[in-house]
Nanobody, 122 residues
Framework: QVQLVDSGGGLVQAGGSLRLSCAAS????????MAWFRQAPGKEREFVAA????????AYSDSAKGRFTISGDNARNMVFLQMNSLIPEDTAVYYC???????????????WGQGTQVTVSF
């Protein structure tokens, strides 16, 4: 089992920045990929970004490219999502996820954090 605790959400004005954190514990060696997803009210949970621990490969959704950066700290089993130039459409609950491969579909991830709310005001 892998436990994930995500944090760092909050209220920010459009154009601002936030940094989300995800702390992993448990059998973390079984999960080589970490990702961030988000879910806005009334919408499906969607992929934002992912990172492969082994090779450092990253992947981003089109909406995240150029504005968000995913990074990891292997020694502390932590993953971060730096979000810049935020827009109101980024408002959602953001979830950290752990899995075995970098992928954009939810089914590829076995473990999920509890979510952290990000609200971007006009």
């Amino acid at each position: 089992q892998v436990q994930l605790v995500d944090s760092g959400g909050g209220l920010v004005q459009a154009g601002g920045s936030l940094r989300l954190s995800c702390a992993a514990s448990g059998r973390t060696f079984s999960s080589t990929a970490m990702a961030w997803f988000r879910q806005a009210p009334g919408k499906e949970r969607e992929f934002v970004a992912a990172l492969n621990w082994n090779g450092g490969n990253t992947a981003y959704s089109d909406s995240a490219k150029g504005r968000f950066t995913i990074s990891g700290d292997n020694a502390r089993n932590m993953v971060f999502l730096q979000m810049n130039s935020l827009i109101p459409e980024d408002t959602a609950v953001y979830y950290c996820a752990a899995g075995r491969i970098v992928a954009g579909n939810r089914e590829a991830y076995d473990y999920w954090g509890q979510g952290t709310q990000v609200t971007v005001s006009f």
